[in-house]
C-alpha cells in the first residue's frame, strides 16, 4: 500500500522536483553516453594495434576539438591536470611565483599551481557566474599589488603574481570581458580552466579561445569523455607546438635518436582514448540539445520552490549545463546538508560544491583576498543529477 | 631478375640474420598483441558506460598485477613515469635532494627525480646487465660520501642522496643482491624502475618487488600495453594505501565532501585502459614464452655473425627478453650508425639504445660519476625486432 504524501519541507520540495523530471531514479550525478560510433571506433583502433601514444585518432581528436571550439589548436593530453599543468608553464610561471585562482573551483586549478612550483592565490567569485568576479579583483590587485619592471607583485609577499586562471563552474563562463581587461591592466597570463565548459560560449566564442591557453578536461564525469583525458587550446602556433614538444618527453624528431631537449612530460593522450573521444565529439551537439532541455524541465519543476533557484547560464553566455546546480537562499543555507541527505537516500545522486581551496590543508597557508562571495555560494550550491541520458534526444 | 647475394660486410649478415629469424619485413621494434579477450573487455567496459577513474577493471588489473609478480600490493595508475614520481615522493625525495640513477636509461628515470624539485646523480653500468655496476658504486659512494645522521651526503654538493633508482634494461635483471646492500650500507631507498621488466626475474623473484617500491609501464611499445598505463608495486600496505591517496588527487572518502588533504595528482589509471590491461594479462604467459623463443631463433642465427653478440639474460636471472638487443664488439662500434641505416633500409626498425642522460641538455650539469661503462655501451647497442608476434606460439 502506498501513500501520496505532499513535499512541505525544502528537502521533500527537492526530491519530489527532482523526481518530476528523471523519474523515480536512481540517478547518479553525472554519467557518460555512448550512442554512436563509439564500439566501432575502439575496434577499429584495436584492429589497427596502434593503441598507444601516436595514432590517427590523436590527431583526429585534436582537429575535432579544434573545429568545435574555434581555437586554432588543440594538444590532446592526458588529463585536464595535466592540460592545465603545461598551460601554466608555458604561461611563465616558475618556482616562487604566484598565480590567481578562484578559492571556489575544483582542486586540479590549485595543484596545476603547485606543480610549477608556485603559490596560488585564492580570489573570491561572483553568485552571478559562479566564476572570478573580475571588479572584485580589479580592487584588490590595485590595491595590494604593484607594477614592477612590468610584472605584478604582492606587495605582501614580495612574489611576482604571473598568471590568473579562471575556471567556469559547472560550464557556466565567468566574465571574460571583465577577466581580460585586469589581466592585461596588470600583466597577467591568462589561461582559461575550462575543464568544465566545452560546449559553453562567451557573446558567441567558445569558452578556454580567449585567453593565452585554456585547457579542457574529458574525465568520466565530464560532458564528453575520453575515459581519461584533457587538451590544450591556444590560438598561437608557436604556443601549441611547445605544449605538444613538453607533453611527448620533449623528445627531439628522429628516425632513431633519443635525444631530449628539456625536461619533458608523459602527458600524451593513448590513441585508444583518442578513439573514444572521436566518437563521443560527434555526440556533443546532441547532447548539448539534451543538457539544455534537461535545465528547462528543472527550471519548470524548481519555479514554484521558494528557497532553491536552478542557476541559469549568465546573460551573453551560452551554458553547455554540464552540472545542474541549486542555489539556495542565504535563509535556507543551514537545510543544505538535510537537502543532500534526502536527495542521496532517494536516490537521486546529488553533492554540494567543493570545499573553498583556501580550507583545505595544504592550502592552508596560501594568500588569498576577501572571500566573502565564495563562502557563501560555498554553502548554497548543490548539484543535482545532470547526464544528458536523463533526457533522450532524437539523432 | 632477383640475385642471391652473400653477406660480407657486418651490416649485411646483420639483415641477414635478422631475415632469417622474422622473414622479409617489414618489422617494426615492437608492437603489442591483442589475440585474447581485448575485444571483449572493452566492449563490457563501454557496455557499463564505466570507463573511468574508477571500476572493475582497475580493481582486477590491480589484482592481477600483484598476483603475477608476487608484490603483495598494485598500483594502477596512467603511466610508468606518474609511477615513478608517486615511488620517488613516498620514498621520501624532497626539494633539493640527489636521486642515483644510470646515465644509461630511459629518460623517464631522470625526469621522474627532478618532478620531486631533486636532481638526477648519474652511474655507471655494466656491460654483463646493462644495469647499475653495483661494485663501482659502493667504491664511488665510499670515496664521494659520507654519513650524516643516517643520511648519504653528497660532499661535493652537500646534498642528500635520497634514493637509488637502478632500471632492468630491456628487461634484463640489474644486479640486485649487489645494489640491496649498496643501499642498505648507504641507507639509500631502493626503488626498481622495472619498467621493461615485466615478466622478468632475479633469482626466481620477480623485479620490482626487491626495493622499497617497484614500477612498472604499460606503454603501447611494452610487453602488454593499456594503451598508456603504469603501476607501483610494493609489499608495504601502508605504502601502497598512500599510492593509491596520491594518485586520486588525495581525496579523503566521503559520500559527497571535497576534502583533500595534501597535494594529490590526477594519475588514476582509466577503466577503459585496465579493461585492455586485465587481457593483456592473461595473454602474458605465452607472450613470454614467445619472446624467449624469438631470442633462441635470433641466438642461433647470430652465433656465426663475427663482432655483434645477442644479449642474454644475466646468471641467476630470467629475463622477459622485453627488447632483443646486440652488443657490438669495440671494435665494431665505429659500424653501428651503418648497421642501423642498413637495417632500417632493409624494413627491419632497428634503434641505437638511449642517448646517455648526462648528455642531455637538461642534465649536462647534473652530477655523475665516471661513466666508461656506459660510454662504450651507448655505443655499441643495437635493438633488433621483438614483438612477441614475430613467433607466433599455441595458445
Same mark, same amino acid.
Given at each position: 500500500?502506498?501513500?501520496?504524501?505532499?513535499?512541505?519541507?525544502?528537502?521533500?520540495?527537492?526530491?519530489?522536483?527532482?523526481?518530476?523530471?528523471?523519474?523515480?531514479?536512481?540517478?547518479?550525478? $553525472?554519467?557518460?553516453?555512448?550512442?554512436?560510433?563509439?564500439?566501432?571506433?575502439?575496434?577499429?583502433?584495436?584492429?589497427?594495434?596502434?593503441?598507444?601514444?601516436?595514432?590517427?585518432?590523436?590527431?583526429?581528436?585534436?582537429?575535432?576539438?579544434?573545429?568545435?571550439?574555434?581555437?586554432?589548436?588543440?594538444?590532446?593530453?592526458?588529463?585536464?591536470?595535466?592540460? *592545465? $599543468?603545461?598551460?601554466? !608553464?608555458?604561461? @611563465?610561471?616558475?618556482?616562487?611565483?604566484?598565480? &590567481?585562482?578562484?578559492?571556489?573551483?575544483?582542486?586540479?586549478?590549485? +595543484?596545476?599551481?603547485?606543480?610549477?612550483?608556485?603559490?596560488?592565490?585564492?580570489?573570491?567569485?561572483?553568485?552571478?557566474?559562479?566564476?572570478?568576479?573580475?571588479? !572584485?579583483?580589479?580592487?584588490?590587485?590595485?590595491?595590494?599589488?604593484?607594477?614592477?619592471? @612590468?610584472?605584478?607583485?604582492?606587495?605582501?609577499?614580495?612574489?611576482?603574481?604571473?598568471?590568473?586562471?579562471? =575556471? $567556469?563552474?559547472?560550464?557556466?563562463?565567468?566574465?571574460? /570581458?571583465?577577466?581580460?581587461?585586469?589581466?592585461?591592466?596588470?600583466?597577467?597570463?591568462?589561461?582559461? %580552466?575550462?575543464?568544465?565548459?566545452?560546449?559553453?560560449?562567451?557573446?558567441?566564442?567558445?569558452?578556454?579561445?580567449?585567453?593565452?591557453?585554456?585547457?579542457?578536461?574529458?574525465?568520466? +564525469?565530464?560532458?564528453?569523455?575520453?575515459?581519461?583525458?584533457?587538451?590544450?587550446?591556444?590560438?598561437?602556433? /608557436?604556443?601549441?607546438? $611547445?605544449?605538444?614538444?613538453?607533453?611527448?618527453?620533449?623528445?627531439?624528431?628522429?628516425?632513431?635518436?633519443?635525444?631530449?631537449?628539456?625536461?619533458?612530460? +608523459?602527458?600524451?593522450?593513448?590513441?585508444?582514448?583518442?578513439? &573514444?573521444?572521436?566518437?563521443?565529439?560527434?555526440?556533443?551537439?546532441?547532447?548539448?540539445?539534451?543538457?539544455?532541455?534537461?535545465?528547462?524541465?528543472?527550471?519548470?519543476?524548481?519555479?514554484?520552490?521558494?528557497?532553491?533557484?536552478?542557476?541559469? /547560464?549568465?546573460?551573453?553566455?551560452?551554458?553547455?549545463?554540464?552540472?545542474?546546480?541549486?542555489?539556495?537562499?542565504? !535563509?535556507?543555507?543551514?537545510?543544505?546538508?538535510?537537502?543532500?541527505?534526502?536527495? +542521496?537516500?532517494?536516490?537521486? =545522486?546529488?553533492?554540494?560544491?567543493?570545499?573553498?581551496?583556501?580550507?583545505?590543508?595544504?592550502?592552508?597557508?596560501?594568500?588569498?583576498? %576577501? *572571500?566573502?562571495?565564495?563562502?557563501?555560494?560555498?554553502?548554497?550550491?548543490?548539484?543535482?543529477?545532470?547526464?544528458?541520458? &536523463?533526457?533522450?534526444?532524437?539523432?
Amino acid at each position: 500500500m502506498s501513500t501520496v504524501s505532499i513535499p512541505t519541507t525544502l528537502s521533500e520540495q527537492v526530491v519530489a522536483a527532482i523526481r518530476s523530471v528523471v523519474g523515480a531514479g536512481p540517478a547518479v550525478l $553525472h554519467e557518460p553516453s555512448f550512442s554512436g560510433n563509439e564500439w566501432l571506433y575502439l575496434k577499429e583502433c584495436l584492429d589497427s594495434t596502434v593503441v598507444s601514444s601516436v595514432g590517427k585518432f590523436v590527431d583526429r581528436f585534436e582537429a575535432g576539438l579544434a573545429a568545435f571550439t574555434g581555437a586554432k589548436h588543440a594538444v590532446a593530453v592526458v588529463n585536464g591536470t595535466a592540460a *592545465l $599543468h603545461i598551460a601554466l !608553464k608555458l604561461a @611563465g610561471v616558475r618556482t616562487s611565483d604566484e598565480v &590567481l585562482v578562484p578559492a571556489l573551483t575544483f582542486v586540479a586549478t590549485a +595543484n596545476a599551481v603547485t606543480y610549477c612550483g608556485a603559490t596560488p592565490h585564492f580570489v573570491d567569485s561572483e553568485a552571478r557566474t559562479l566564476g572570478v568576479d573580475a571588479e !572584485k579583483l580589479r580592487d584588490y590587485l590595485a590595491s595590494h599589488t604593484e607594477q614592477r619592471a @612590468g610584472q605584478c607583485v604582492n606587495r605582501a609577499t614580495g612574489r611576482i603574481i604571473r598568471a590568473l586562471v579562471p =575556471m $567556469h563552474t559547472f560550464g557556466h563562463p565567468v566574465d571574460l /570581458e571583465g577577466l581580460l581587461v585586469v589581466a592585461h591592466d596588470f600583466k597577467l597570463a591568462l589561461v582559461e %580552466d575550462a575543464a568544465e565548459s566545452l560546449g559553453s560560449y562567451f557573446r558567441g566564442q567558445h569558452t578556454g579561445t580567449f585567453g593565452l591557453m585554456g585547457t579542457l578536461s574529458f574525465n568520466g +564525469n565530464k560532458t564528453i569523455t575520453t575515459g581519461g583525458g584533457g587538451a590544450i587550446l591556444t590560438n598561437d602556433a /608557436e604556443l601549441a607546438c $611547445h605544449a605538444k614538444h613538453l607533453t611527448t618527453t620533449a623528445k627531439v624528431p628522429h628516425a632513431w635518436d633519443y635525444r631530449h631537449d628539456e625536461i619533458g612530460y +608523459n602527458y600524451r593522450l593513448p590513441n585508444l582514448n583518442a578513439a &573514444l573521444g572521436c566518437a563521443q565529439l560527434e555526440q556533443l551537439p546532441s547532447m548539448l540539445v539534451a543538457k539544455r532541455e534537461l535545465f528547462q524541465r528543472y527550471h519548470a519543476a524548481f519555479s514554484p520552490v521558494m528557497g532553491a533557484r536552478l542557476m541559469a /547560464e549568465p546573460e551573453q553566455c551560452h551554458s553547455n549545463y554540464w552540472l545542474q546546480a541549486l542555489l539556495l537562499e542565504p !535563509k535556507c543555507a543551514d537545510q543544505r546538508d538535510a537537502i543532500l541527505q534526502a536527495t +542521496n537516500d532517494a536516490g537521486f =545522486m546529488t553533492r554540494p560544491v567543493w570545499i573553498l581551496m583556501n580550507e583545505l590543508k595544504p592550502f592552508v597557508s596560501c594568500p588569498h583576498m %576577501d *572571500l566573502a562571495a565564495a563562502q557563501s555560494l560555498s554553502q548554497r550550491l548543490i548539484n543535482i543529477p545532470s547526464s544528458s541520458s &536523463l533526457v533522450p534526444v532524437a539523432p
